[in-house]
């Protein structure tokens, strides 16, 4: 059955209380993505076109979506399909390449300078190196890029030995991820994941061994009944095991989870932890790349760098389930293992929904992803836009500057130490008035729905 969800699913519209925490109050919302998906109807014809609104940077992170797991993490919010082997995926990568190529032909994709290229999911590593390297190839072949990108390959540590990841540096990998998030065993069972401490640190030590420099893990905080001391034990073990990146987070209860909330640490303690971990990195060194990534000096994830630091590139995302924002647009993919197959298959683009920014969208992703990474320059949208980023937001900036969430240098937006802690609120309060009351979108409410139509770039024809 076509279209059983509405599109208002994906980024709902709540209502303005509901949606607005005015500091003190932390607002958890992750801002990832800007503009935020409104439309149910995608005009394909214009994707690839010329628009008349100016792209800043010409400069993409690629972001290869592999949406499924061997095993379900209860805490986890992210869309995956659970497979029973990684067999059952032999197929996704030459519906990759196909996804790929309906791209590539365009004038768009040839300006374009491949940056990053990361492989996430859910598990990114069921994909086999040698398909990983095909993809590689074939995204960077029709591309204007002068400098071979940073390619990460994301996995989940029960899934690799150091066979694996030997191929992976020999196809071009040169940084991997893994979801470790936490060495300490009780932790890990009583959030019920499959990883024990023992397979994360053979999976970072068999890193080290097959000679990968870069390499990241998440880890998360806040676990329940988690104090300070386990948490710097969590840093140190990192460290030692020669980490060069790390995501923390601050763990999240599914509703499944319901019997742990009353053993979390509190929202104090919570905040405690962030600067806990904020001086720790400080001290090592370590800088902040953006909430929620630090990096050893020489380590920074450029994908975030290009996502987020305005001014932001392109963020072209192919797969099932991904979301982009490119050429000034944005849209996602439909979900579906089986229906982006489908599609694909039939050589059409397996967009499910999105829509054109408009002006004020791409002036508003400036500073609301721009929070992200501290630093929001005024003098690169000063030369696009013609006109002063403090100028247009300042009665926003005045009230942030009031409570301490940020201050100014020059001309530019800094975020404070205090306005770390609360950078989705501030990312929030630049959102334009189409995207106010809009939540993130988080693909599980979408997994079923399709598109009425698909578009094929090559026939330029469209299919049910
Ligand atoms: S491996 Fe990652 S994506 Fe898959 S269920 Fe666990 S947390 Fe979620």
Redesign the pocket.
Known sequence: MKNTIKITELCPKVPFEEWNKQYPLVDNEYVWIYPLIRDAYFDHTKLLSNNKLPIINFETSVYIHVPA?L???PM?F?Y?EILSSKDELSWYADSLIKEIELYSNSDFYKNISLKTIYFG???ATLLSPKAIGKIINTLIAKTNTPNFPEITVEG?PLTVNSDYLKELKEVGVNRVSF?IQSFNDSNLKLLGLKQTSEANIKVLTNCAKVGFDSVAIDLLYRIPNQNLNDLNIQLEKAFDLGVKSISTYSLGLSPRQEKLVKFQPSEEIDKEMFYFINSKMQDKGWTHVAQPDYAAPGFEHQELLVSWKAPQGQNLSLGAGAFSVFNNNVYCNVHSLKEYKRVTDNNCLPIFAGQQMDLEDCISRYPVLGTRCFRISNKPFLDVYGFNLLDKYKTVIEKLINQGLIELDNQDIIITKEGKYYIDNISKSFYSEKNICHLQPWGGTVAGAVAEKYYSPSTKSYIP
């Open positions: 797991c095993f379900h993490c986890c992210f995956h999911g859910g598990t989940h979801g």
